[in-house]
């Protein structure tokens, strides 16, 4: 069971918006860890998307955006395309394990 | 153009030793902290360790502590990864990655390898 949680799937139709949680808890995130999201396209590696809660990497796109609330954080994609379909996963250091990561989202674009 | 390339991944029986190798093209290996992500077939990425830039202070994560080990050659740019008494929950995509930061226990990988599988069987 990871340390931080997410939903193991979400799914939107072409151009809707969706939302993936990662909830952690005070030893990770309420700790005021930051928080760092990543993408992996099928077949792939992971690639990097925002780190410290809501700093766009290199070459994002703009419809991805990141926000955090508490000791949990989340990530939005506004306008979802078929090349966003993807796990994601969230990324953040704990007191107790080191550094962490969710178990991963699967994005499905219908 | 930035890269790492991992190798050394390959089939091994239970409790044996395997190093892999990971080499930073176009990299300053000595600003980086750098470090191993897995992923085991069809699961989500597991942390495994890191090492500060100047190779100081390592990490792992408690399921490979006192078995794995990382190092770095930094006059090549080479990051290693010794593991022995290899199990087979350590079956997984091994991934080299890079640090924006150049040390702490915190991380944020910004730059990942294509990966090198390891079978333990």
């Known amino acids: 069971q990871s340390v931080l949680t997410q939903p193991p799937s979400v799914s939107g139709a072409l151009g809707q918006r969706v939302t993936i949680s990662c909830t952690g808890s005070?030893?990770?995130?309420?700790?005021?860890?930051?928080l760092n999201w990543y993408q992996q396209l099928p077949g792939a590696a992971p690639k990097l998307l925002f780190f410290?809660?809501?700093n766009r990497a290199s070459g994002v796109p703009a419809r991805f955006s990141a926000s955090k609330s508490g000791a949990s954080a989340s990530l939005a994609i506004t306008g979802l395309q078929t090349e966003d379909e993807a796990d994601y996963y969230c990324?953040?250091?704990?007191?107790?394990?080191?550094?962490?990561f969710g178990g991963g989202t699967k994005v499905t674009v219908l | 153009e930035v890269q790492l390339l991992e190798s050394g991944g390959g089939l091994v029986q239970p409790g044996g030793t395997l190093r892999l190798s990971c080499a930073a093209l176009?990299?300053?290996?000595?600003?980086?902290?750098m470090g191993w992500v897995r992923q085991a077939p069809g699961k989500g990425l597991e942390w495994v360790s890191h090492?500060?830039?100047?190779?100081?202070?390592?990490y792992y994560t408690d399921s490979v502590k006192g078995r794995f080990s990382i190092s770095s050659d930094a006059s090549n740019n080479i990051l290693f990864l010794q593991m022995s008494s290899l199990r087979a929950e350590d079956t997984a995509t091994y991934y080299c990655?890079?640090?924006?930061?150049?040390?702490?226990?915190?991380?944020?990988?910004?730059?990942w390898g294509q990966g090198t599988l390891v079978t333990v069987s």
């Open positions: 990655v890079k640090d924006r930061r150049q040390s702490g226990s915190e991380c944020v990988f910004d730059l």
């Open positions: 176009g990299l300053d290996f000595s600003k980086y902290a």
């Open positions: 090492v500060s830039a100047s190779g100081g202070r390592s």
């Open positions: 005070a030893s990770n995130i309420g700790a005021g860890y930051d």
């Open positions: 410290g809660f809501n």
């Open positions: 990324q953040s250091h704990d007191r107790r394990r080191g550094v962490v």
